[in-house]
């Protein structure tokens, strides 16, 4: 697949070389020598993939990868630095770059990376993908991937990763890209209904089958004949109904609740749960066989702090989606930087379902107009010195080419209160007062 791509680099050389060897696979090349060219080349025209140098004079490469995701910018960027080490590639992939090598590169190498980033190339900033899922971030990307490897296959599929990270919609985009596509989608929370009620919502039962039980009632493995069968929070079923589950994926029947006459089906299951199963088949709470079952095919969802990359899109379609309903101006109100830098900084601990309210909320307290770090619910505010990492996923200031408009607008929303203008940021005092006379804002 062949693309419009940017490459920035100092080095005049490898900037050529490497340029001529992209115009012969049929890719279009721009070329930059520092940052400042290259924010200048973004501003003007579409890029599908940025080639970043990670050092070069004036602001290095994480910088500006920082500087581009602060702003909303989704290209995928491919790092590449002659300073290959795993610190420089975590904190490259950290900040937002979707993949990283080191120089000297082998041009099949290179070749490679960028099919595969322009390849998968993220969804996000027109709209969703398969199933709603907005991504950019290498990790998600991968998902996406695998979705799209096992959707047309009739594997079952188990879905992990914290509560909040997206699991159902995962489920629907493997449904999608599945030949049953066209059939029922069906969804059941495992761990929100007793052992009787879930058995009866799967199963169905007969009349007379227990108390109040009237009339026949289909279950959801017939109702979902032909389709998928979505089963959430599977690690919270009992041990009796795992035993009848068990027997729906191994025989494609069941015995409705009441009923000695198996029922067939036809049916995909796909199981998600935010437990560690195979620790739970070593305590013995889960059955061996039955997690055999599940997990034929695997999907681990990482948590929204592992991929931050995807916030500014996630924040982008979460006002779009709001506007396509009626609830808000098209493209949602203004996401100030800091603001976004809080976003940015915080540890997510209820991940993307987290993030959505949040936005939410910022957008009551802001009156649907321009979202400042003020409208934020306290829980993402700042409140000290301590960095991103800290349990409570505190602000960390950046070190970007933008940090005197960051100080600026603290002050502002600070009322000129210094100290308050320091703790939004993140940073003591003094260290506020130098790099408010850094920038000349000491007046």
């Not at 602001?59 to 590449?80: A, H, K």
């Not at 595969?116 to 991968?142: D, N, W, Y």
């Not at 490897?149 to 999608?176: C, M, N, S, W, Y």
């Not at 309210?357 to 409140?383: F, K, N, W, Y």
Request: glycine share 12%; with cysteine.
């Amino acid at each position: 697949m062949t693309g419009r791509l940017l490459i920035v680099d100092d080095d005049r050389v490898f900037r050529i070389t490497t340029a001529a060897l992209l115009e012969a696979e049929g890719h279009e090349v721009v070329q930059a020598s520092d940052a400042q060219e290259a924010v200048d080349a973004l501003a003007r025209d579409r890029f599908d993939l940025l080639l970043l140098d990670l050092r070069m004079p004036g602001l290095d490469g994480i910088s500006l990868v920082e500087v581009l995701r602060t702003r909303g910018e989704g290209v995928p960027i491919l790092m590449i630095s002659g300073f290959g080490t795993v610190d420089a590639a975590v904190r490259a992939l950290h900040t937002g770059a979707d993949d990283f090598l080191t120089k000297p590169v082998e041009p099949d190498v290179l070749l490679g990376r960028v099919d595969g980033l322009l390849t998968a190339r993220p969804t996000g900033v027109g709209g969703p993908g398969l199933g709603g899922i907005v991504a950019r971030s290498a990790s998600m990307l991968q998902v996406l991937d695998e979705v799209q490897r096992v959707g047309p296959t009739e594997a079952t599929v188990l879905v992990t990763g914290d509560t909040g990270t997206g699991k159902e919609l995962v489920a629907r985009a493997i449904h999608e890209a599945s030949g049953r596509a066209d059939g029922p989608f069906l969804a059941v929370n495992c761990g929100a209904l007793s052992e009787g009620l879930l058995e009866s919502e799967l199963f169905g039962h007969v009349r007379g089958a227990f108390t109040g039980a009237v009339r026949d009632k289909e279950g959801l493995f017939l109702a979902a004949n032909g389709g998928t069968l979505f089963l959430d929070e599977v690690g919270d079923v009992s041990p009796a109904t795992q035993q009848r589950l068990l027997r729906a994926l191994q025989e494609r029947e069941f015995l409705p609740v009441g009923s000695v006459k198996p029922v067939r089906t036809d049916v995909r299951v796909v199981a998600a749960t935010n437990r560690d199963l195979a620790r739970a088949v070593e305590r013995g709470d889960f059955r061996e066989d039955l997690y055999y079952r599940l997990n034929v095919f695997h999907i681990r969802l990482p948590p929204l702090r592992e991929r931050k990359g995807d916030i500014p899109l996630l924040v982008e379609h979460f006002f779009r989606s709001r506007a396509e309903k009626g609830e808000g101006r098209g493209g949602g109100p203004h996401v100030s930087p800091l603001a976004m830098r809080t976003l940015l900084s915080y540890a997510w601990p209820g991940n993307v379902r987290q993030l959505f309210s949040v936005l939410e909320s910022a957008t009551v307290r802001s009156g649907g107009m321009a979202i400042h770090a003020q409208h934020l619910p306290p829980e993402v505010l700042p409140d000290g010195v301590d960095g991103p990492d800290s349990s409570r996923g505190r602000y960390r200031a950046g070190g970007a080419a933008d940090e005197r408009e960051t100080i600026v607008e603290a002050l502002r929303q600070a009322d000129g209160v210094r100290a308050r203008a320091a703790q939004l940021l993140g940073m003591g005092r003094t260290t506020l007062w130098r790099k408010m006379k850094e920038h000349g804002l000491d007046d």
